[in-house]
């Protein structure tokens, strides 16, 4: 490369890495200062710091590890369910998409909705005397579940996410099934090869590398997710639906330990990164 | 269309609206959504349409969502925020938000309109930081119509006796609403339960909302604070791991283990426990005195009385949200002539009239019987019932409820026993109050 043209592309990033030091680089600094500080919001421009103590509060809080777990394990499910259901749907759909592409445009409506407005809608129809589906529910059965009480609350939060997202591994799964040549199919069809076997043989191993992209997105999303759970019944009963989120949004607005609040988004930011550096790794050797 | 005529139509479009943001001068950021926006859109007109007052004086309201309002208020107030000259407080937040806020002298009217009781609900260490707009405290709603057929049927009596013998160790009989005992409320709430008595015509005897929300402590707080119950006592040592929580606790728990109050009651908050009484299916219900006009609306028999009573009384708990003086204001002079004719009579009976509910001293009350006699009722049960937790206006009094909101709600959704429950609290407490 020239000096020139060395100088050219400089002057043509310029812009946009100013731009990003100044929307990403400036909340990462002050997140990190204040994550090693003993900040309130009346100290908000005299933090003093503290060392590593805000982690260490962190990491003896039980109610920390009581968010890491259900984050944990809301994230891994709903990710399986999505992605099951998701390529059960692409797979068995697909001819239909082929030949009627809007039916895709119809499938893909609940991942238009905000997620902060999926929880509401959920926290009105699932209303014991307001909501439609236990009011059908009684009138027919004579019983409803509770489905936003303390024994099917996760069940439903579990549902709802899944219901909302299961387009998005649909629509992965989709594009991955159709761009598996055709002949590869008709050659398999010819040497009379069943469905099933045609799918858990062919179609199945092609799509891999999509199925763990589309893993790999839906956990990260489950993980962190906040909004529809947060709206539709906030953090639970002695905190049974706080997700890592709506810890970190409580200890910091609710109770205004801003450190801590800060100390805990940085742990889960570093968990992320390796996670993060490790996941094409992880998938390169799949390849292979 | 030229450039350069495109440059001049955005020059002008931008000198409108510079011009549309400069003529109200005095921004007050309100309590969005309710009652109190629509009195406090009305005396607003008031206040803007007096001839002496300069157009740099007049008054534009400002509302955001209710959702997360106290948070953003504080990050707001926290940034020196000049968007807003005024802006809401409540009791229990004013400590909080104090540092950044500054104390104002009302009119001399405002003692006489409010009286030393309320007044003390907008002060925090000993300095006025609001004027009190509205008052709430909590009222028992019933159906009079099933106490009354309770009270009249000799069987349904027998049958009320029984259930209490089962279930609270002794043969109770039904009482009217107003001399209840919380014992009582818990016997009529398991008579009106069709899984305990399938002869019941609700579906649950009551409902407590009882989601991890602050809010919902507060309603729960009057149930302790009749049994002796307090934060603190007067030293300064946390009392809540006591006698009077875990009987108060102890019985909302049967209430929930026995379902007399709906099993997903634990993710109610004020509006979805409105929608159980409204649907009939409930026969009573502690709630606040905001929610009478839509209860009695959805449910015509219903009546109302002060919460029930303990060992040491009846109590209500009480708390004010008022305006008060953002320390960054922009336009201060301005602000505080809006605060102090806030607290003038004139102002406070037309909020009132405007659908408000203002903590009014009797004599001002009295003037307003005929169009809102609840006010007249909110003012005799806080003077008589109120009661404020000791450290209930501390700095981190929210802080306090939080945490009781999530142990609280733990334990009666069965994810903890009473025992973690109030020594949690109580060393949460501890650090929060020291």
């Given at each position: 490369?020239?000096?020139?043209r060395?100088v050219?592309?400089?002057?043509?990033?310029?812009p946009?890495?100013?731009f990003?030091?100044?929307?990403l680089?400036?909340?990462?600094?002050?997140s990190?200062?204040?994550?090693?500080?003993?900040?309130?919001?009346?100290?908000?421009?005299?933090?003093?710091?503290s060392g590593?103590?805000?982690f260490?509060d962190v990491a003896a809080d039980?109610?920390?590890?009581?968010a890491a777990?259900?984050?944990?394990?809301?994230?891994?499910?709903?990710?399986?369910l999505?992605?099951?259901l998701?390529l059960?749907?692409?797979?068995?759909?697909?001819?239909l998409?082929?030949r009627h592409g809007?039916?895709?445009?119809?499938?893909?409506?609940?991942?238009?909705?905000?997620?902060a407005?999926?929880?509401?809608?959920?926290?009105?129809?699932?209303?014991?005397?307001?909501?439609?589906v236990p009011?059908?529910?009684?009138?027919w059965?004579?019983w409803?579940?509770s489905?936003l009480?303390?024994?099917?609350?996760?069940k439903t939060?579990?549902v709802?996410?899944?219901l909302?997202?299961?387009?998005f591994?649909?629509?992965?799964?989709?594009t991955?099934?159709?761009?598996i040549?055709?002949?590869?199919r008709?050659?398999?069809?010819?040497?009379?090869?069943r469905?099933?076997?045609?799918?858990?043989?062919?179609e199945?191993p092609?799509?891999?590398p999509?199925?763990?992209?589309?893993?790999f997105?839906?956990f990260?999303?489950?993980?962190r997710v906040?909004?529809?759970?947060?709206?539709?019944?906030?953090?639970?009963?002695?905190g049974?639906?706080?997700?890592m989120?709506?810890y970190?949004y409580?200890?910091?607005?609710r109770?205004?330990?801003?450190?801590?609040?800060?100390?805990?988004?940085?742990?889960?930011?570093?968990t992320?990164?390796?996670v993060?550096?490790?996941?094409?790794?992880?998938?390169?050797?799949?390849?292979? | 269309?030229?450039?350069?005529t495109?440059l001049h139509?955005s020059?002008?479009?931008?000198?409108m609206?510079?011009?549309?943001?400069?003529?109200?001068?005095v921004?007050?950021l309100?309590w969005?959504?309710?009652?109190?926006e629509?009195?406090?859109r009305?005396?607003?007109?008031?206040y803007?349409?007096?001839?002496?007052?300069?157009?740099?004086?007049?008054?534009?309201l400002?509302?955001t969502?209710r959702?997360?309002f106290?948070?953003k208020?504080?990050?707001?107030?926290?940034?020196?925020?000049t968007?807003?000259?005024?802006?809401?407080?409540?009791?229990?937040?004013?400590?909080?938000?104090?540092?950044?806020?500054?104390?104002?002298?009302l009119?001399?009217?405002?003692?006489?309109?409010f009286?030393?009781?309320?007044?003390?609900t907008?002060q925090?260490?000993?300095?006025?930081?609001?004027?009190?707009?509205?008052?709430s405290?909590?009222?028992?709603?019933?159906?009079?119509?099933l106490?009354?057929?309770?009270?009249?049927?000799?069987a349904?009596?027998?049958k009320?006796s029984?259930?209490?013998m089962k279930?609270?160790?002794k043969a109770?009989?039904?009482?009217?609403?107003?001399?209840?005992?919380w014992?009582?409320?818990?016997?009529?709430?398991l008579?009106?339960?069709?899984s305990i008595n399938?002869?019941?015509?609700?579906r649950?005897?009551?409902v407590?909302?009882?989601?991890?929300?602050l809010?919902?402590?507060?309603?729960?707080?009057?149930w302790?604070?009749s049994y002796?119950g307090?934060w603190m006592?007067?030293a300064?040592?946390?009392?809540v791991?006591s006698?009077?929580f875990r009987?108060?606790?102890?019985?909302?728990?049967m209430?929930?283990d026995?379902g007399?109050?709906?099993p997903?009651?634990?993710?109610?908050e004020?509006?979805?426990?409105n929608?159980?009484?409204?649907?009939?299916?409930?026969a009573?219900?502690?709630?606040?005195?905001?929610?009478?006009g839509?209860?009695?609306?959805?449910q015509?028999?219903t009546?109302?009385s002060?919460?029930?009573?303990?060992p040491?009384?009846?109590?209500?708990?009480i708390?004010?949200?008022?305006l008060g003086l953002?320390?960054?204001?922009?336009?201060?002079e301005?602000?505080?002539a809006?605060?102090?004719?806030?607290?003038?009579e004139?102002?406070a009976l037309?909020y009132?009239?405007?659908?408000?509910?203002?903590?009014?001293?009797?004599?001002t009350?009295?003037?307003?019987?005929a169009?809102?006699p609840?006010?007249?009722?909110?003012?005799e049960?806080?003077?008589?019932?109120g009661f404020?937790m000791?450290?209930?206006?501390?700095?981190?009094?929210?802080?306090?409820?939080?945490?009781?909101?999530?142990?609280f709600?733990?334990y009666?959704a069965?994810?903890?026993d009473?025992?973690?429950?109030?020594k949690?609290?109580a060393?949460?407490?501890?650090?929060?109050?020291?």
């Open positions: 490369m020239t000096p020139r060395s050219e592309n400089a002057l043509l990033a310029g946009l890495v100013l990003l030091l100044a929307v680089g400036f909340p990462t600094l002050l990190l200062i204040y994550g090693f500080s003993e900040t309130s919001f009346q100290t908000l421009t005299t933090p003093q710091f590593l103590k805000n260490r039980p109610a920390f590890w009581q777990w259900f984050s944990l394990r809301f994230g891994a499910i709903t990710a399986l999505q992605c099951g998701g059960a749907l692409a797979v068995y759909l697909a001819p998409a082929r809007w039916t895709v445009a119809i499938l893909i409506i609940p991942m238009i909705v905000a997620p407005m999926m929880g509401l809608m959920y926290r009105l129809v699932l209303h014991e005397f307001a909501g439609p009011h059908y529910l009684y009138s059965f004579g409803s579940p489905f009480g303390p024994a099917n609350v996760f939060v579990v709802a996410e899944t909302q997202w299961t387009p591994a649909f629509l992965l799964f989709l991955a099934c159709q761009s040549p055709e002949d590869l008709e050659a398999a069809a010819v040497d009379g090869t469905p099933w076997r045609l799918f858990w043989k062919i199945l092609l799509m891999m999509t199925v763990f992209v589309a893993l997105i839906r990260i999303d489950g993980f906040f909004d529809n759970i947060y709206t539709l019944v906030g953090a639970g009963p002695g049974s639906t706080t997700s989120s709506i970190i409580e200890t910091f607005l109770r205004g330990e801003i450190g801590k609040a800060l100390a805990a988004a940085i742990l889960l930011f570093a992320a990164f390796v993060l550096a490790a996941a094409p790794r992880l998938l390169r050797g799949r390849s292979a | 269309m030229t450039f350069k495109c139509a020059v002008a479009a931008l000198a609206m510079a011009s549309g943001a400069v003529n109200a001068e921004t007050v309100g969005p959504g309710g009652p109190e629509t009195a406090l009305a005396v607003t007109e008031i803007n349409a007096r001839p002496d007052l300069a157009a740099e004086n007049k008054v534009e400002l509302f969502s959702d997360g106290f948070d208020l504080q990050v707001d107030l926290a940034a020196g925020s968007a807003f000259d005024i802006n809401l407080i409540a009791t229990y937040s004013i400590g909080r938000y104090a540092p950044f806020m500054e104390p104002i002298t009119s001399d009217q405002a003692g006489a309109v009286g030393d009781t309320v007044l003390k907008m925090f260490d000993g300095a006025q930081y609001g004027v009190p707009t509205d008052l405290l909590h009222f028992l709603y019933y159906r009079s119509d106490i009354d057929a309770l009270l009249a049927d000799d349904a009596k027998a009320y029984e259930i209490a279930h609270l160790g109770m009989e039904p009482k009217a609403p107003a001399d209840w005992t014992e009582d409320f818990v016997a009529n709430a008579y009106f339960t069709q399938p002869d019941s015509p609700t649950y005897g009551t407590i909302q009882a989601k991890n929300l809010f919902n402590m507060m309603v729960f707080h009057s302790p604070r002796g307090n006592d007067d300064g040592a946390i009392t791991d006698e009077a009987t108060a606790l102890s019985q909302a728990k209430l929930f026995l007399a109050t709906p997903d009651s634990t993710s109610y004020y509006a979805e426990a929608a159980a009484y409204a649907s009939g299916q409930v009573a219900m502690v709630q606040w005195n905001a929610a009478a839509e209860l009695t609306a959805a015509a028999a009546g109302t002060a919460p029930p009573a303990g040491d009384g009846r109590f209500t708990h708390h004010g949200l008022g953002n320390k960054a204001a922009e336009n201060k301005g602000a505080i809006f605060l102090q004719w806030l607290s003038t004139e102002a037309a009132a009239k405007a659908g408000g509910a203002p903590g009014l001293a009797s004599e009350a009295a003037k307003l019987a169009d809102r609840d006010l007249v009722q909110v003012g049960y806080a003077s008589t019932y404020v000791n450290g209930g206006t501390s700095e981190n009094a929210l802080s306090v409820y939080e945490v009781q909101a999530k142990e709600t733990g009666w069965g994810t903890q009473l025992d973690t429950a109030l949690n609290t060393a949460a407490m501890t650090d929060l109050l020291k």
